[in-house]
């Protein structure tokens, strides 16, 4: 059973640009958790989706920032004129079920933006 | 502007020896508080949880004790070893219903040395 993937792992992108940032839940997964993660930091909640519905936005910032996790295919994390501040690693996480009475998310290994 | 990164707290224990790393919860109603282990260039590995109705539990090589009146948690690790060598985070679920989400701690560097 793979694990939750993320892709691209690695992204460069010039101030201005676009950024799109894919995270693949777990088989049987259908809730799904973006965080951000700046160097030395902890991770701070962005988005909390679930199949075709956002549940919890209320950590990514208005503008710029939108998450959808449609029907089929995977999450998607897209950052719209990307500015130096957006730099950081974007971990995505999913869970079979909503988080009550239990605190384990299966994290992937991060997509990490550069903003030249 | 710019953001500038806080430096983690940094615990250096010598192989062999337990491992204790503490963290304070905001809070109070949160209900599962859990511990994870990132290392580095990887994303977060959940370690232990409890729920708050306890106050210790028991994992292989890991126990986590929770203190509701002073809001901390704590992780030890027994025998401590160089795989151990990671950043750990505490994590807390308020247990809101269906946007339960996790709120992460900003995490504890340890260092095992040979």
């Known amino acids: 059973n793979a694990g939750v993937m993320q892709n691209p792992r690695h992204l460069v992108r010039r101030r201005g640009q676009e950024a799109r940032l894919r995270c693949s839940p777990m088989?049987?997964?259908?809730?799904v958790y973006w965080y951000r993660q700046l160097p030395e930091e902890g991770l701070k909640f962005m988005v909390y989706?679930?199949?075709?519905?956002?549940?919890?936005e209320s950590g990514m910032p208005k503008e710029r920032f939108s998450a959808e996790f449609p029907k089929e295919g995977p999450s998607i994390l897209r950052i719209q004129q990307v500015v130096r501040g957006d730099s950081a690693a974007y971990f995505c996480?999913?869970?079979?079920?909503?988080?009550?009475?239990?605190?384990?998310?299966?994290f992937g290994e991060g997509s990490r933006l550069t903003v030249l | 502007g710019e953001s500038v990164g806080l430096h983690l707290p940094t615990l250096s224990v010598q192989e062999g020896d337990n491992s204790i790393i503490n963290c304070a919860y905001s809070?109070?109603?949160?209900?599962?508080f859990i511990w994870y282990k990132q290392e580095s260039g990887k994303g977060p590995q959940f370690i232990i949880d409890?729920?708050?109705?306890?106050d210790k539990r028991q994992g292989q090589r890991v126990t986590v004790l929770l203190n509701k009146t002073v809001k901390h948690l704590s992780l030890q690790i027994a025998a401590t070893q160089p795989g151990d060598s990671a950043v750990y985070f505490c994590?807390?679920?308020?247990?809101?219903?269906?946007?339960?989400?996790?709120?992460f701690g900003t995490g504890t560097r340890l260092q095992v040395t040979l």
């Open positions: 994590a807390e679920n308020p247990n809101t219903g269906t946007a339960s989400k996790l709120t």
């Open positions: 809070n109070s109603a949160s209900d599962y």
């Open positions: 989706l679930q199949k075709e519905n956002i549940i919890d």
């Open positions: 409890i729920r708050s109705n306890m």
């Open positions: 088989k049987g997964h259908s809730h």
């Open positions: 996480a999913s869970s079979p079920r909503q988080l009550r009475n239990t605190g384990e998310l299966f």
